[in-house]
Nanobody
């Protein structure tokens, strides 16, 4: 059973924007901290952004602060991440993740999506 379903990946030119989405169940959306990790070719997976189950708290990796914005759509149970000023270093598979704990980046998440590819061309 797929608990987290990503969408929105694709090819974008450097300097452009892209929005990725993660749809999930009522249970996970209402109780879990959700967010995004990414893995570039030849590199380890890294934390990108997180949002609390209430939506009141967000956290970002230094590399994306000021460029990426994470948000929640309560009606559709979707967590989205708006990415702007993209550069080739942002090219990666972006994974949605969910954790019952508040610190998404502090321990292994409970759920992972299958990932969506974002490619930034120079």
């Amino acid at each position: 059973q797929v608990e987290l379903a990503e969408s929105g990946g694709g090819l974008v030119q450097a300097g452009g924007s892209r929005r990725v989405h993660c749809a999930t169940s009522v249970r996970i959306f209402s109780q879990y901290t959700m967010g995004w990790f990414r893995q570039a070719p030849g590199k380890e997976r890294e934390f990108v952004a997180a949002i609390s189950s209430s939506g009141e708290s967000t956290n970002y990796a230094d590399a994306v602060k000021g460029r990426f914005t994470i948000s929640r759509d309560i009606v559709n149970r979707i967590v989205s991440m708006q990415m702007t000023s993209l550069n080739p270093e942002d090219t990666a598979v972006y994974y949605c993740a969910a954790s019952i704990h508040s610190g998404l980046e502090e321990r292994e998440p409970d759920y992972w999506g299958e990932g969506t590819q974002v490619t930034v061309s120079s």
